[in-house]
């Protein structure tokens, strides 16, 4: 199949999947006589295993580690595994931080709903609040 149809099977665009070559990540394909990429099946496992690991957040260097061990014929699944794990953990963290940013947010809103909104110079109302943040860093 050509790089179009690729594409299509995949919902990859045509300039991702030769950006994906051009990385590695994806080989090099057959060429045909008139210098069209050719694509079979396991190009398109291997796009779409690229694809599902980048749609869970799998960096490109983490999607390179998992598909040279299939090259070497191990199996990437205990390394998957750990890498799935340890981005759970990340996200748990970063929706703690975000969960916190929030309660602050609202925190500040209520505060500033007790302050003028008419201060020009920003010295008694919320402005004030906002900018008294970069302190609590």
Do not use: W
């Amino acid at each position: 199949m050509k790089i179009q149809e690729l594409a299509q099977v995949t919902g990859v665009s045509a300039k991702t999947i030769r950006y994906y070559e051009e990385i590695g990540l994806l080989p090099a394909p057959a060429r045909t006589e008139n210098n069209y990429r050719q694509y079979g099946e396991s190009d398109v496992e291997r796009l779409r295993l690229i694809v599902g690991a980048r749609r869970l957040d799998l960096s490109l260097e983490e999607i390179r580690e998992v598909l040279a061990l299939r090259e070497r014929h191990e199996a990437p699944c205990r390394v998957l595994l750990e890498r799935l794990e340890h981005k759970a953990d990340e996200i748990a963290e970063r929706i703690r931080e975000l969960k916190r940013l929030e309660g602050e947010l609202r925190s500040l809103h209520d505060l500033g709903l007790t302050f003028p909104t008419d201060d020009v110079e920003g010295k008694n109302c919320v402005c004030h609040l906002v900018s008294e943040q970069i302190t609590k860093e």
